[in-house]
């Protein structure tokens, strides 16, 4: 797909139940994630998954377009995992279709929170040079907004993007909070290595929105 996958980790101290329900429930999702302004399900498929539509509003335009996801609740080591498709047809998107994954991994203090994910450019790969740095930013930040949510019972409208100039707040969220390769890696691999196998089994959404 892109010239890179993204990669964002975090490390949450507060239940996994508690993460996964703010990050998995897509009302509470779109309320920390930058990334979206409303995600909303619309209908199950037969083998358990969800599709749903999202939004992401700017001054200018609203971007529209679908996804399925699907969660796998449980392993034997307490890891969850989640993974999605999403695709816009929306020619003024950054993002034209992409795949990712969440993987939940307990700690003795709370959970390893992290994504990997990549899409196809919407701009070309020139443009791509300038958005793809922007994403991972923005996931980044989304991250530690919602850690600071679970950890502290701060909700992410407290918060606002603007409050990245609060300087005077050094307890902010702050991109820099979270890890953008994997331990040992760079942020040029490929980080669908890790990938749950449901990924591979999900189909592509066919986006109807313009």
Do not use: K
Request: hydrophobic share 35%.
């Amino acid at each position: 797909m892109g010239n890179r996958g993204i990669y964002v980790e975090i490390h949450v101290q507060a239940p996994m139940d508690q993460v996964w329900n703010l990050s998995q429930d897509p009302a509470q999702h779109s309320r920390w994630d930058l990334r979206f302004s409303s995600i909303t399900p619309t209908t199950p498929t037969v083998d358990g998954a969800m599709r749903f539509t999202y939004t992401r509003r700017t001054p200018l335009r609203t971007v529209a377009g679908d996804g399925i996801s699907i969660g796998e609740h449980r392993r034997r080591d307490g890891t969850r995992t989640s993974a999605l498709r999403f695709a816009t047809t929306d020619r003024l998107s950054p993002i034209r279709s992409g795949r990712g994954y969440w993987r939940y991994v307990p700690t003795d203090t709370g959970v390893r929170f992290l994504t990997g994910y990549d899409y196809e450019p919407g701009w070309g790969r020139l443009l791509d040079r300038l958005v793809r740095p922007l994403l991972g930013w923005a996931t980044a930040w989304s991250f530690d907004r919602l850690r600071i949510w679970a950890e502290r019972g701060e909700a992410p409208e407290e918060w606002p993007i603007h409050s990245v100039l609060w300087f005077w707040r050094p307890d902010r969220p702050r991109a820099r909070e979270c890890l953008r390769a994997p331990r040992g890696g760079r942020r040029r691999d490929d980080h669908l290595r890790a990938a749950p196998r449901t990924l591979a089994a999900l189909r592509n959404p066919e986006g109807d929105h313009s």
